[in-house]
């Protein structure tokens, strides 16, 4: 093991507020030896760092977003009580000291943490940014507070719902993987998630109390969906939702939000859903009542061979 | 009405809005060279978009205008709206808006940093990148304000102050003499903003005495270098600056912002706007007045094959 990456355990092992997706074991767990990490330390102190996963295609050497990560990039530790002056220097610092350390590849995609404002010492570096949104219920400490904030046909959904539907925890983490494949068989396409990789990752979240998997079944033990999401210190993120397609009128999936929304509140601050960019979607995401959240996806093609093919766009 | 004469309507009754918004600059600055898309229902105005067509070697294109900081959409919410109903209401207008939308080759705008939901534009293909502008608060006490300087800044103040005085100027020409001596020496290039053009946005604005051109000059009634800023009910901006390239250590273009930052303290208007910037070194000098970074969206769209070719 390098040198950076003990560093990058011990500095996680002591520091709860830090994401998930940003954590040593996370990584460590879904990638074994495949990933490394950049660090921007101050003596013993780390202000900045940036784990990633390099990969290779035709030939070329790129950075691409990870499924199974909802934001990756730089994640920064800020010192308290900074002037907005001092705030703003130190992040340029920082981002450009971990850019300089990034190894050389031909195209770089990563979508940062919300709290990631400003993208500007990337701009100098002739990195592109866009914006994209994500859905966050801020608070979930008070539940009644969150259920009257659902709108109107959400709460209807769950009440009709409950009247037929129970949720319970499940360990069945390779059922969800079978039921995302046949989603993926009827849109004729292949299942993205590697079965391998989930399972490791379900049991290190059973194993840290930081995950938990969800299965909705009918009075005839029918399943109708199943739901995984994950928590830290801060927030609950949605990572998988499958419904089976027979039982895709019956708001199985409204009953698993709430019953997630209410699990995690014993755990976590915040909800994330995790998405509401594609338009069919974010109406649904949008009624649960978050906030509209923005994150940036900050990108750069290196090579003139993928600029000419305008692979800027995306993967 | 048709809907320019809606926008004036809405303007007249609407005394607070950005002026990048207002009917009178358009008419005033551009005549019968610009056009709106209004959304409204039930005689209510939801949204404009005000905007002005240039055509470039044969193409169409709507691009950010010179001395406007912003422009785009501007969404006239209904109180007390519950959030989620709001997310909804911008939907709602800006697809309106977005569908209304002349056919263009190009089109680029800078938005408000108060629009903040550009996902209607990212579902019929648009782009979007965010950019960084400095705003101070000037309803902080004047002791504040210059305390959170970086002490640089403060130093190169302190040092104008011995040699040089502020004064107000009557005309724009000073400032364009010395704009375009900085273009020539800079890479031997012209100016994009013509005397005549200037000189019609500065008179709009010092008749409805909303906008100033301050000198900084010497013993020998030297000038140094001038500042043009504007201000509306919201915010003041700093438009335009230049310093005379003989004297570019003395200070002097600090000595006018704060001069600037020290009258829009005493205005009604609550901010001071340092209108951007995205390049690294004016970055820097912004950074040390203490403003916060506020971002806004850049979005744009290519509608023209040749043009996506060439990365327009």
Known sequence: MNSNKEKYEIWCEGNNSIPLFYRYAYYQTLFGDNWDVILDCRGENIVGVMPFVLRSKFGFKKINPELLFPYQGIWI??????????????????????????????????????????????????????????????????????????????????????????????????????????????????????????????????????GELLIAKDQQNNVHSMFFYVWDELSAYCLIGVTDDKYKNESSMNLLYWEAIKRASTNTKTFNFNGGIIETIETFFRSYGGIQTPYFDISKTNSSLLKALNYSVKK | MNDKELFNQYCSDNKNLPYFFDYAYYQTIYGNNWDVILVEKGGVVMGIMPFIIHRNKGFKVIRPEFLLPYQGIWINYPANQKYNTKIGFEKEV???????????????????????????????????????????????????????????????????????????????????????????????????????????????????????????????????????????????????????????????????????????????????????????????????????????????????????????
């Open chain 1, 77 to 210: 530790s800020y010192p308290d009580n900074q002037k907005n002056a001092t705030k703003i220097s130190f992040e340029k610092e920082v981002i450009t000291n971990i850019i300089n350390q990034l190894p050389k590849v031909a195209f770089f995609n990563q979508q940062f943490h919300p709290s990631f404002t400003n993208w500007l010492p990337l701009y100098w570096k002739d990195y592109r940014q866009t914006t994209r949104y994500t859905y966050i219920i801020k608070d979930i400490s008070n539940l009644d507070v969150v259920f009257e904030n659902f709108q109107k046909n959400i709460r209807r959904h769950i009440r009709k719902a409950e009247k037929n539907i129970s949720i319970e925890p499940s360990d069945n983490i390779e059922l969800a993987f079978e039921m995302k494949l046949e989603t993926a068989r009827r849109k004729n396409t292949s299942s993205p998630i590697d079965k391998n990789k989930l399972l490791q990752l379900y049991n290190y979240c059973k194993k840290n109390n930081c």
């Open chain 2, 94 to 312: 800006i697809s309106k808006i977005i569908e209304q939308l002349p056919d263009v080759a190009l089109f680029r705008q800078q938005f408000h940093p108060t629009f903040t939901n550009w996902l209607p534009f990212f579902w019929k293909g648009y782009q979007q990148n965010t950019r960084y502008t400095f705003i101070l608060d000037t309803n902080l006490p004047i002791n504040e304000i210059y305390a959170n300087f970086h002490n640089n800044t403060r130093r190169e103040i302190q040092k104008a102050e011995k040699e040089l005085f502020t004064e107000e100027a009557t005309s724009i020409s000073d400032l364009y003499q010395l704009k375009a001596l900085v273009y020539k020496e800079k890479n031997n290039s012209t100016y994009p903003i013509s005397l005549k053009t200037l000189e019609t946005i500065y008179s709009y604005f010092s008749n409805k005495e909303t906008g100033k051109i301050l000198l900084a000059k010497d013993k020998e009634n030297t000038i140094h270098a001038a500042i043009f800023y504007v201000w509306d009910a919201e915010s003041a901006y700093y438009l335009q600056g230049a310093s005379n390239t003989k004297f570019k250590t003395s200070g002097a273009i600090s000595l006018l912002l704060w001069e600037a930052i020290k009258r829009t303290a005493l205005l009604n208007s609550q901010k001071f706007n340092f209108e951007g910037s995205m390049v690294e070194n004016v970055h820097r000098y912004f950074t040390n007045f203490g403003g916060k970074q506020v971002p806004y969206f850049e979005i744009s769209k290519t509608n023209n094959t040749v043009l996506k070719l060439l990365r327009y």
